[in-house]
């Protein structure tokens, strides 16, 4: 599977922002998805995550309550939300998805496919 992740941009501590991660092929509703983060000299991190099925979704503690994930399967795509945001969220989000569905993973082994980022400038 191929993703493109879109969306990002600067905004305003305060604002919002709705990233989106588009996906290729027809097996989309088989893949647990996921966003990370990344910041330069900083290891990537788990930012939220949703399965294939979208009953269950996973959140960091840093952003729990201000953003959300979901997917829309019929359109291959899954989104971030992003609400109240702050200056510590600035990073490169990535999507990632794993056809390995058992659990719903947190961490970047987790995942086998990766989107090329996109850049989110929170500034204060």
């Known amino acids: 599977v191929q993703l493109q992740a879109s969306g990002g941009g600067l905004v305003q501590a305060g604002d919002s922002l709705r990233l989106s991660c588009a996906a290729s092929g027809r097996t989309f509703s088989s893949y647990n998805m996921g966003w990370f983060r990344q910041t330069p000299g900083k290891e990537r991190e788990f930012v939220a995550a949703?399965?294939?099925?979208?009953?269950?979704?996973s959140y960091a503690n840093s952003v729990q309550g201000r953003f959300t994930i979901s997917r829309d399967n019929a359109k291959n795509t899954v989104y971030l939300q992003m609400n109240s945001l702050k200056p510590e969220d600035t990073a490169v989000y990535y999507c990632?998805?794993?056809?390995?569905?058992?659990?719903?993973?947190?961490?970047?082994?987790?995942?086998?496919?990766w989107g090329q980022g996109t850049l989110v400038t929170v500034s204060s």
């Open positions: 990632a998805a794993t056809p390995r569905v058992r659990t719903l993973g947190s961490t970047v082994t987790g995942y086998d496919y």
């Open positions: 949703i399965r294939r099925g979208g009953g269950s979704t």
